[in-house]
């Protein structure tokens, strides 16, 4: 008799913050963070932070992902389940909707404009295949930035404390403490 062990379920609240200035009518890059933090069956297991210095907020939530995603990838075994929790619907809408297209199109929008944060997109993108490839299971969440979500509201902490840091030391800050040529290359 052949019995199918039960699958793990690994959960992780992401979220980015970035400090943008306003000069002269432009945007300008400043210091971000990013932060996630990891339950495995709704036991926790970790949290990560980090940052750099010429970002994005977008930047920054896509990172929390990509970084959520390495640590999973450390973790699972065959069958696993990853959910990323995001209070960004630009986050959501790359990888459960325009991502797919973009690559048929060899990575460009329908309207052959650029798009931003591309590296770090792609990145993204593969790790979703190598975790789909081990037959786990990724679903993305939707939730309320700024409001009664606990954990939510506790990743956008991390992030603005490890913006703060960035601000303070000017170190840039990736995945397991690391400095990462993802972060801040625009």
């Known amino acids: 008799m052949k019995v199918k062990l039960k699958m793990n379920t690994y959960s992780y609240f992401t979220d980015g913050a970035a400090t943008m200035a306003k000069e002269n009518g432009k945007y300008l890059r400043k210091e971000g963070g990013w932060a996630f933090i990891c339950f495995k069956n709704g036991q926790r297991l970790s949290n990560q932070s980090g940052g750099c210095k010429l970002t994005t907020n977008n930047e920054m939530e896509l990172y929390a992902i990509y970084a959520a995603m390495r640590d999973f990838l450390q ?17 959501i809408g790359i990888f459960t ?4 297209n973009w690559e048929k199109r060899g990575w460009k929008k329908s309207d052959n404009k650029p798009i931003e944060n591309l590296k ?7 790790l979703m295949g190598d975790i789909e490839s081990v037959n786990c299971e990724i679903l993305f969440v939707k939730v309320k930035g700024h409001s009664n979500n606990v954990l939510n509201n506790e990743a956008d902490e991390l992030a603005v404390k490890a913006k703060i840091a960035t601000k303070k030391t000017g170190k840039t800050i990736g995945y397991n403490n690391q400095p990462d040529p993802l972060l801040g290359t625009k």
């Open 75 to 91: 973790s699972c075994v065959n069958e696993d389940n990853v959910e990323i929790y995001t209070d960004s619907g630009y986050c």
């Open 97 to 100: 909707q325009w991502a797919k």
């Open 120 to 126: 770090l997109i792609k990145a993204i993108w593969k």
